[in-house]
């Protein structure tokens, strides 16, 4: 405790050192968080408008769908079976899903688009996508009208109230061809997705396909992206694996799981480069803060006290800077990530075009999570614990005379 009390009072003595050291620490802590979270953020932001409001994290399919992908693999729809996934720890909805590809033509124009049926109750309690029309209003259980991507309505000339029509093949080469209301048009976060959604009520679509009764996908949401491994093999172990297959997102969106890994090696090699230059701040200052002691140390040394006693001293006094850098650097990033977390930046310009052609939402989010602060608050004090052994080692090192004379 003596140890402490003195080391106290040994950083304050010199107010003017001490803040240059805790400030660089201070500024490495919030670099350090700032560039992480939104790196993280980001990554949390695209797998959110790919996975969680589209594909899901899981999907239960016929074992054959995946392959193809054709209209004629489908499953049945299963309400036990469905319940019985539900019940699994970790799992917060399982979705009923049937989409197929479908011409949409209005006026003079033609797109293929990709028409989505879903329990509209059930996918709102997941995905919250009635906040995301922007016009008209979102479907009822057995609507017979359609909600439009934003990006589709406006290249279509589609208005809510217009009538629109849909062609297709359905169920076992049946024809698939029919006029539907728009309800409302919904803004779909993830670009590509955007430019190409239809959706209507499960019943509507399953009557337009003639296939009533029939599933491509159980969608499986869970709470957590990091519970995956976990969840997975008890959804296998449920299904029939002899008909059906649980695939999980990273199996079905590989795209997607390899740009988020190569972006982050460039991340993490991006923050090892930020880390050596904060090495090297906190190194300089240590040296300056050494040199300018060390006639004081070696008084101290002539005048009785160990040289370990000393060099605990400084180590205690460094790690006490480190504390205070550190945790205002952790108070201030707090405040940067929770504003950016609250209103992401809006990226425009060539950039936003770029984001855009890989399907990413053109915005810099930025994670919350706790692990990132803590992490940098340990990454920074085991920096200036690497750099202490420099005053430590010319403490235990230096010479009574040549000290005092300095």
């Not at 996508?129 to 008209?136: A, F, M, Q």
């Not at 040199?291 to 040289?307: I, S, T």
């Not at 108070?331 to 052609?357: F, N």
Request: proline share 2%.
């Amino acid at each position: 405790m003596e140890i402490i009390k003195l080391a106290w009072r040994n950083i304050w003595r010199n107010k003017r050192r001490t803040v240059i050291t805790a400030s660089s620490l201070m500024f490495a802590v919030i670099f350090g968080v700032v560039m992480r979270s939104m790196q993280l953020g980001t990554y949390d932001r695209m797998i959110d408008s790919a996975v969680r409001q589209y594909s899901g994290f899981i999907q239960v399919q016929d074992s054959a769908y995946w392959k193809d992908k054709t209209i004629d693999d489908l499953m049945p729809d299963s309400l036990l079976l469905r319940k019985e996934i539900s019940k699994l720890p970790d799992v917060t909805g399982v979705l009923p899903r049937l989409e197929s590809f479908a011409l949409i033509s209005y006026g003079n124009k033609t797109k293929g688009a990709i028409f989505q049926g879903i329990d509209p109750f059930l996918d709102n309690q997941m995905t919250q996508i009635s906040h995301k029309v922007v016009k008209g209003s979102f479907l009822t259980k057995d609507d017979e009208g359609i909600l439009l991507s934003q990006r589709l309505a406006g290249y279509m000339g589609v208005n809510v109230g217009d009538t629109v029509v849909l062609l297709s093949q359905g169920y076992h080469a049946v024809t698939a061809a029919d006029v539907f209301p728009v309800r409302g048009i919904v803004k779909i976060p993830n670009p590509k997705l955007d430019r190409i959604l239809i959706i209507g009520s499960l019943k509507r679509v399953q009557d337009f396909y003639g296939a009533d009764g029939m599933l491509t996908s159980m969608v499986v949401n869970i709470n957590s992206k990091n519970n995956i491994d976990k969840v997975l093999p008890e959804v296998k172990k449920i299904i029939d694996s002899g008909r059906f297959v649980a695939l999980s997102w990273t199996d079905m969106n590989k795209e997607l799981k390899q740009q988020i890994e190569s972006d982050s090696v460039s991340g993490q090699i991006m923050l090892g480069i930020l880390y050596v230059v904060i090495f090297f701040g906190i190194l300089g200052t240590i040296i300056m803060m050494t040199a300018e002691r060390r006639k004081e140390f070696g008084v101290m040394v002539a005048l009785g006290m160990h040289r370990y006693y000393l060099a605990m001293i400084v180590f205690v006094e460094t790690i006490l800077l480190g504390l205070v850098g550190a945790l205002t650097g952790e108070l201030i990033s707090t405040g940067i990530v929770s504003y950016y977390y609250r209103s992401p930046i809006k990226i425009g310009g060539e950039m936003k075009d770029i984001y855009e052609q890989f399907g990413i939402e053109p915005v810099l989010a930025f994670s919350k999570d706790f692990g990132i602060f803590l992490n940098q608050f340990y990454v920074v004090l085991a920096l200036l614990v690497i750099a202490v052994l420099y005053s430590i080692i010319k403490i235990t090192g230096f010479k009574i005379i040549d000290a005092i004379h300095s």
